[in-house]
């Protein structure tokens, strides 16, 4: 339809009829809609606000047919445009801002970011977006919605961000806050984290002053979640809780917290040691991590002693760190238990449930289980096969 084409120099009062039909009136100064003039008006300019002359009615703005834009917000000589788009096949509609969604992404300046806000039948979700400067193809998803409610944030868009948490929580004036999330940049580390950010190569904290603290879910490394924290001014990192990837819970906490580690080892069945005055190994080496302090071992054996003729037998069962003290071995020698007895001859006694403590700083060490005999010829301390001794382990904070 033809745009209307006014007088140039009309009189007052004087009718013009525009091509859609709509009839306007000359007043002297400006061309009005005349009430007396046949055809309709669809809008009232009320000088402050542009209102439909029939309220109530609904208005459809189909848009360009070879973009979708229905609404363009900005100047027409203005370096980026506002677009609020539709479609026309995929049923999804959005709201981009310096990028022409449907017109192939173009950015109307190609040296400043866009951004666009995506939703609609045809993916079913609602997805905000961004895409660097100079690279409209490349729309990064920084917010998913899926149809089922599920909120995804991806978080950092690149790898050498300064700050790879998703989420970050807390005001824009606090000094320090929460970051939620996994980092990028650092495959199947998830957690918490407080005062504290991964930078991509290391920790570091927002307020150096105050100690920051993390909860870490580690699916790649040895220990699977970890408790860490980072000394305030030093910056220096301590791990004083960690569940490792054989199960097992380990805690340094302070003098109050007991056990870090407890492990339990079986002891041999069917032995037979009779040797005099000699020591013998009857388990060893046994390699235990501790993580300094005090270590405590106990020995629920399932020897048992066959006095000889006479009987007054006395066992000693001793450990021994480092090496065995058997044959002669430079081992050192943890303090020991004796037991001895009037027994009679033939009538078979067990030996009782022993302890023994050590205290050694963090490393791993190697155990060994010794006895030795004194009697008289016939004397015996033996095992069976079906009572099962074990020496077990406990590392003490």
């Not at 027409?76 to 999804?92: E, K, V």
């Not at 302070?254 to 069917?270: D, H, S």
């Not at 501790?290 to 006479?310: C, D, H, K, R």
């Amino acid at each position: 339809m033809a745009a209307p084409d006014f007088p140039a120099s009309p009189s007052v009062g004087q009718i013009y009829t525009a091509p859609n039909g709509v009839a306007y009136s000359w007043d002297g100064t400006v061309w009005t809609n005349s009430a007396a003039a046949p055809g309709s008006t669809y809008w009232t300019d009320t000088g402050a606000e542009l209102k439909p002359t029939a309220a109530g009615r609904e208005v459809q703005v189909p848009g360009d047919t070879t973009n979708g834009a229905s609404v363009i917000l900005g100047p027409t000589t203005g370096p980026i445009r506002t677009r609020l788009q539709q479609h026309p096949t995929n049923l999804n509609a959005g709201l981009f801002h310096n990028r022409d969604w449907i017109g192939g992404n173009v950015q109307d300046d190609a040296t400043k970011a866009s951004w666009g806000l995506q939703f609609g039948a045809a993916g079913d979700n609602f997805n905000l977006q961004r895409s660097p400067a100079g690279t409209p193809g490349s729309q990064y998803s920084l917010l998913n919605i899926d149809n089922t409610g599920r909120v995804a944030v991806p978080g950092p868009m690149n790898t050498v961000a300064a700050d790879r948490a998703p989420t970050v929580l807390g005001g824009n004036n606090d000094a320090s806050h929460m970051r939620v999330g996994q980092l990028a940049g650092a495959a199947g580390w998830n957690g918490s984290y407080a005062n504290c950010f991964w930078n991509g190569s290391a920790w570091a904290q927002e307020v150096a002053a105050q100690t920051g603290a993390r909860m870490v879910m580690d699916t790649t490394g040895a220990n699977t979640f970890r408790f860490e924290v980072m000394a305030a001014t030093t910056g220096a990192a301590s791990t004083p809780f960690y569940v490792a990837t054989d199960g097992k819970t380990y805690c340094t906490l302070g003098p109050k917290t007991t056990v870090r580690a407890i492990a339990a080892r079986a002891l041999p069945a069917n032995l037979t040691y009779g040797t005099l005055t000699t020591w013998q190994t009857l388990d060893g080496p046994w390699a235990i991590t501790t993580q300094g302090g005090y270590q405590l071992f106990w020995v629920n054996q399932p020897f048992s002693i066959l006095p000889a003729t006479g009987g007054g037998p006395r066992v000693i069962l001793y450990m021994s760190r480092g090496n065995t003290v058997a044959g002669g071995g430079a081992g050192v020698q943890i303090n020991g238990a004796s037991y001895g007895y009037q027994g009679v001859s033939g009538v078979i006694y067990m030996y009782p449930s022993v302890m023994f403590m050590d205290n050694q700083p963090a490393g791993t060490y190697n155990y060994y289980l010794n006895t030795y005999i004194f009697g008289t010829a016939g004397t015996l301390i033996s095992t069976t096969a079906d009572w099962t001794g074990i020496w077990g382990f406990v590392d003490l904070a």
